[in-house]
Structure formats: C-alpha cells, structure tokens
C-alpha cells in the first residue's frame, strides 16, 4: 500500500482547467504523492507500491496473466517496445489507421524494419471490419495494430470485434492495441477479447502526471518475445532488461537496471487506487465516462458543431473532436477558452488542422461531478463561440460596406 501520511491535506493552487485529450486533471491526492520526498528505489516502501501498481494495472484492462511493463518514459515508448520486441525485421505488420497516431505506430514498425501495410478509415470513420478480415485472408501477419481512440480525431474503434476477426482469420496474429486514449475511460477486457499488447501512458485516463510508458503484454506476446530469433534492436525497450525487473518487483523484491521515477509511481499508485478501489467503481467509471461524453456532445450540437467522427457510436468517450463554423477558426476559439481559464486543444491532421477542436473530459473531470469542469468547459465553449462568431459577422458586414462602398 501507499506509504503517504494520510493526515496531510493538499489543495491544488488556482489554475487553468486542462481540457484536453491529455495530460488531465489530477485529484489532489494524486499531486500529493508526486510532491513527496523521493524514496529509494529497492526500498521495501517503494517496492510494495511498485508491486501494487502492476497488479493494479492488470484490474484495468481486466487481465489475470497479463504482464505489465511500467518504465520512464511517453506512450510513444510503447510503439518502440513493440516494434523492438515483438517483431523480427522483415516480418509483416497491419497497421489501422483512423489518423495521426496510425502514421506515428507506422513509422515506428519500419524504423525498426518491420514490412508495414496500412488499412485507412475515411476521415471520421473506423476501418471497414470486412476490408481488415479480407487483408488477413490475405497475407500473413505478425501483428495488427489499432488505435483504439485515435486522439487527433476521437474516433474509437470497436477493438472486441477486431479481435474476434483476428482470432477467427489468423489467430497466430499478435493483436496490438494502442490504448493511450482508452485505458480507463473506455472498457477493455484484455484476457475476454484476446488481446496480446495494450499501451498506454500515465497522463489521460490513468490520471497520473505525463512521464510513464505502461505496456501490458499476454502470456502469448511474451513467449514470442522469448523465442524470437534476431536480437532486439534496442537497449533501453529491450525486455530482456525489463522483464526480470518487472517480474522482480512483482515478486516483492527489488532489483535494477533503470532507476523508476518514484514519485511518478507514487502518483499512479494513488491514482490507480482511487480507479480500482474507491467509489465509482471501475465499470461504473466507464458508464460516467460515457454519460458524460453524451452530454458534451449533445450540448455542442445545440451549438451547432458537428463531430469529426460521422458516426456517434464511432465516438470517443473520453474527448470530443468538433469541426468549427464557416469562417471560425481553432486559433480563433482556443485562446477565448484560455482567456476564460480552460485550456482546450486545436486541431492535430494537416489538412484540416485548423477547422477543427478536440475537447479532453476523461478521469476526475468526468468521474467527480462536483467540481463542476463539465459545466465550466461547456459555457465557456457557448461564450468563446458566441463571441467568434459576433466577430466573424461584424468582419464579414463590414466587407460587404467596403465593396459596396467602392462600387
């Protein structure tokens, strides 16, 4: 258990809401274990946590077996232990792609010489489940990657159905899921559904600080990573490094090979617990998680913004992405919301990087109505937009007087 004195108190000073699709807010119990003294690493304290932890993360993506892998650094961390661990240069890999992430998993593959084919969803759409069970038939891959919540669009793909194709089609398949817009807002049953890797990263639905790469991987991907046949192209993701570490201090002993960044785990340890232990309980975080993404995108439609993904049910529930108005731009809504004390994000795809705005409402946001960031960030989207679009009408009035002015 945590080893932080329960008689401290801690308020978070005034600041900006974080609404965006992560990092997130954190509770103050969270900010609390991250300000306390570091601890040494092979301590029995710091080792108890660190154990914790694991476990912990297995009760989120509801796996029994599953391996987890908590090591310093980005979710992109994850892409580099997968491409490095699991896949053998000039092996195959299918990569589905629903945005910005998918070119990011992608690059990753190929820095490491895997052979990459892509199956892309139009914009705002999942991959067609029939083109990737005809892909399948087709050749044969290592692995299948998909993004569960692509973060610059929000579109969620259905990751059960995928898996269940995989299973069917090509079960030698590793099905890989990049989770670090999902793990604790969206439901994953990782054993159930047959998922071999989730990847996250600690900052978004977790509700930690950003710094923590966290991988889970099935008994399946790890007797693959242990009968692999080429080295690791890596040092720092190589599992031979972290598994003994891992499985060591899931033991309850410690051992080394990169320091952990303590005070980060405390926080995730603090976080987790809250998530796993305390009231609502995970499966009811889900629903709440989904209420609220209803209610988010419910009151945009009265504003008349329409959603990146076209359909509803292809939606993330822990963000929103929402096309602006003709003649309203991101850079034309961001730095209102901020003027008003919420931090929102723009745009993330090139071509329309700007026409749009991603909404982050994920982890204590969402979960504890009463401090009320739902109702904060909704009125001041009504606000920022109602003033935009005054500016945007006196802009285009006063185009019209100048051309009839001229003629």
Known sequence: MSSLPKDQTYMQPTHKLLAIPGPIEVTD?????????????VSPQFVGVFRDCLNMTRQVVDTRTGQPFIIAGSGTLGWDQVASNLVEPGESVLVLHTGYFGDGFKDCLRTYGAQVDELRGEL?????????????????????????VDTSTGVLSNVKAIAHIVRQVSPETLVVLDGVCSV???EIRMDAWGIDVV????????????????????QRAIKTFETRVAPVPSYYSNWKKWLPIMRAYGNNTPAYFGTPPVNLIQAYHASLTQITTSSPSLQERFRIHQQVSQRVKAIASQLGLKQVPKDSANAANGMTALYLPDGIAASDIVPRLAAKGVVIAGG???DIKNKYIRIGHMGTSAVNAERGDIETIT???QESLEEAKAERDARLSSAKVSVVTEV
Not at 29 to 41: C, D, G, I, K, N
Request: proline content about 7%; glycine content about 8%; charged content about 15%.
């Open 184 to 186: 604790a807002s969206e």
């Open 124 to 148: 705002g759409v999942p991959v067609n489940l029939h083109a990737i069970e005809k892909a399948l038939k087709t050749k044969k891959y290592k692995a299948i990657t998909v993004t569960h």
């Open 29 to 41: 119990e969270v900010l609390r274990a991250v300000a306390q003294p570091p601890v040494s690493h």
């Open 348 to 350: 993330l795809l090139g």
């Open 199 to 218: 990847l996250t990263a600690s900052q978004k639905g977790l509700g930690a600080p950003p710094g923590l790469s966290i991988l889970i991987a099935s």
């Open 379 to 381: 009125n001041c989207l």
